[in-house]
């Protein structure tokens, strides 16, 4: 892919738009499991179609911080938190608005480190380090996150809650969790010291679907230094919870998705499983359907859907020529579950 998009670069310029790359060179556009596909890369005015009618769409998008970009539609978009960069009422609107505009039938948001104003209690002791001029108000922006407004456009804000919801009429019920904290990074909200962690992870329900604003520790976690900055009660606490997809963000660098199976009996002490194709092999793109693998293993796929290009990523999306937000590397993920497994 690289190659031919350069040679199509290297045509006279004319006042024609740029072609869509809908590839990273040397990184998997689509992962495949018997009952799950992730795209990472695609064409977003011509998004991958749904397997068939019995699997349900979930579009994954993160660490948004006030920017907008192209969202392909699908039976659920999920938002992990950072909707904002520092919870402003004014960055609340704008984000907000955005959301509401989506097509998608069922929303679901958390919060992140950079909400400020959504960490309650803790906001009104810390507001000086980001807003000197005076706190900002928590009504409105409980009411653009729990309002009418959201109400009206199926969106649904949750906090350490869990929820459940049909993706489609008649369809089966899904269950999510969501949780906006992550480890201690500096001063911001919802952050919680390590050695808190598992008292933390301990009350997650098990669910279809965990939404967490930070990483499990080992998957998707590795800063632009070379940490693996997530945490390590929450992996510790997977093996537990299983859910279909974990959707988080946080680790901007760490954009993107992995499918790992769960061996056949629950222990809560073993080890996260490694991936069935990592990020960066060779494994070639496949948008098949129907894989060969064993269609009733337990497995989860694990999503960083941080949408700000940052790290590596970035690097080999700019060798390309873009480098946008929410653009290649860096695209809304799109995963489809097949609905009963
Ligand atoms: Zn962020």
């Known amino acids: 892919m690289f190659r031919s998009f350069r040679s199509k670069a290297s045509k006279p310029v004319n006042s024609s738009p740029p072609p869509v790359v809908t590839e990273l060179p040397s990184l998997p556009s689509t992962l495949t499991s018997p009952s799950a596909i992730a795209h990472l890369e695609y064409d977003p005015s011509n998004p991958p179609p749904i397997p068939g ?13 006030c920017h907008q970009f192209p969202v392909p539609n699908g039976d659920v978009l999920l938002h992990s938190g950072d909707l904002t960069a520092t919870g ?14 989506l097509p998608h039938a069922t929303k679901i948001i958390i919060g992140g480190n950079h909400d ?20 900002e108000k928590y009504e409105p922006i409980l009411k653009m996150i729990k309002g009418d407004k959201a109400k009206k456009a199926n969106l649904v804000y949750l906090e350490d809650e869990k929820f459940e919801f049909r993706a489609k009429e008649g369809g089966r019920v899904w269950s999510v969790y969501g949780s906006p904290w992550s480890p201690w990074y500096g001063e911001w909200a919802f952050n919680y010291r390590r050695d808190t962690a598992e008292e933390l992870v301990a009350k997650f329900p098990k669910t279809d679907i965990l939404l967490t604003h930070g990483p499990p520790h080992g998957i998707l976690d590795m800063t632009m230094g070379g940490e693996e900055a997530g945490c390590e009660a929450l992996t510790a606490r997977l093996p537990t919870l299983r859910p279909r997809l974990h959707l988080f963000g946080h680790i901007h660098e760490g954009h993107g998705a992995e499918i790992r199976s769960w061996p056949s009996t629950t222990t809560p002490s073993l080890p996260i499983p490694e991936p069935q194709t990592e990020p960066g092999s060779e494994a070639q793109p496949s948008t098949s359907a129907v894989p060969s693998e064993a269609p009733d ?3 989860t796929v694990f ?4 949408n700000w290009p940052m790290g590596e990523r970035m690097m080999i999306a700019r060798s390309v020529g873009r480098s946008e937000f929410g653009g290649l ?9 097949l609905d009963e497994v």
């Open 53 to 65: 009618p019995n699997w349900t769409r979930f579009v994954c998008i993160s660490d948004t911080h």
């Open 88 to 101: 402003r009422v004014e960055e609340f609107k704008v984000t907000m608005e955005w959301l509401y505009g």
């Open 116 to 135: 400020l104003p959504l960490h309650r209690g803790w906001y009104e002791t810390h507001f000086q380090n980001w807003h000197w001029q005076g706190p």
């Open 297 to 299: 293993e337990e497995r």
């Open 303 to 306: 999503v960083n859907a941080a």
């Open 329 to 337: 590397g860096f695209r809304p993920i799109i995963v489809d579950l």
